[in-house]
């Protein structure tokens, strides 16, 4: 029987490629599961992960190998915003795509499907319990000079006026940048309340190696939408002092749906897999949600496909309450405190 062939397109090297194992652990988990539910179309589902690289020019030339040489009926696309318009192009009017990551809430194009959470619906939230329940006034603003921090911390800056802050400052870097000390010196001059530091992966984790050498961990909280298990755990415990994160997922969350997928992950691939995180778990959610689109459209076909996003039940998440959710549909958002390595949900909204 011919079958569907899913392509699961994520960096693997870069500063976005420490996601990799995580985002490869969850895709699997999602195509053994659906192909133990009779495939999609009754149909046997073939995974195939394709290395997205480290810019767009590399993640449009991939999308494009997975279609013209892998043959490809849909993409699950897990990589950051500067290289989702490049694999949006390659796939437009051949393939579904669907873009699993939180992102800034912008998209050039109406046939990305996007599944992950928006910046204001990250940070709304985040600024609002800040400034209630820290009294935060004075936000630093920092990240990568790209397209997702930029427009997210654009964002942040209208949320922080409305709530009564302050902004003392902002700074971006390159992708890869690990020269901090401009920012470090500015973050103290500035004698910021809080600091909203939106670097990606490898670069997240360097960012705050770096802000806790200068010393200024236990004077400047951090808060951050770009924080997950598997950033965490490339820090040191004394290195989450007095930091905190927003998400529609942590491992920690007790929730029905988690527990049900954490029990399947763990089942699956043993006591000590990737770190199930937010951007790994997304590629789960992803192809259920490719899955659940070609189902009910009762075709491959790219264009059919997006009428029914919005309109679909997904068979099975690891996020909020509903066991089976419309795709792209939204989720609660948690704010978590670390301590030492562990989320501790300070607030839902």
Request: proline fraction near 4%; charged fraction near 20%.
């Amino acid at each position: 029987m011919r079958s569907v062939r899913v392509c699961l397109l994520i960096p693997q090297s870069g500063a976005a490629g420490l996601w990799a194992p995580s985002a490869e652990a969850c895709g699997r988990l999602a195509v053994d599961e659906i192909n133990r539910m009779s495939g999609i179309l009754r149909r046997p589902v073939e995974l195939r992960i394709i290395n997205a690289g480290e810019s767009g020019a590399s993640a449009g030339q991939a999308a494009r190998d997975a279609i013209e040489i892998h043959g490809a009926h849909g993409i699950v696309g897990m990589l950051p915003s500067f290289s989702r318009d490049s694999v949006a192009s390659a796939a437009h009017g051949r393939v579904p795509f669907i873009y699993t990551p939180q992102f800034e809430g912008l998209s050039s194009t109406f046939d990305v499907m996007t599944t992950g959470e928006t910046a204001d619906e990250l940070l709304a939230p985040a600024i609002q319990w800040l400034s209630e329940s820290k009294h935060a006034q004075r936000y630093f603003l920092c990240g990568n000079d790209y397209i997702w921090p930029r427009s997210s911390l654009k964002i942040a800056r209208a949320l922080i006026a409305r709530f009564g802050g302050t902004v003392t400052g902002e700074h971006y870097l390159p992708v890869g940048s690990h020269d901090f000390d401009e920012i470090l010196d500015r973050i103290k001059a500035t004698r910021s309340d809080v600091l909203v530091p939106l670097f990606l992966g490898l670069d997240c984790i360097a960012f705050n190696r770096a802000f806790c050498a200068a010393d200024l961990s236990s004077r400047v909280l951090r808060f951050s939408t770009a924080i997950d298990e598997t950033v965490v755990y490339g820090l040191e415990t004394d290195e989450t002092e007095n930091l905190y994160a927003a998400s529609s997922y942590f491992s920690s969350i007790r929730s029905r749906n988690n527990g049900a997928f954490l029990e399947r992950y763990h089942t699956a691939f043993g006591d000590s897999p990737p770190p199930a995180n937010a951007y790994g778990e997304s590629c789960y959610e992803g192809i259920y949600s490719l899955a659940a689109l070609i189902e009910q459209a009762g075709s491959l076909d790219a264009l059919e496909l997006t009428r029914f996003y919005g309109r679909s039940i997904q068979q099975r998440t690891a996020r909020g309450d509903d066991a089976r959710p419309v795709v792209g549909g939204r989720h609660p958002i948690y704010l978590a405190r670390l301590d030492g390595y562990d989320f501790s949900i300070v607030a839902r909204r």
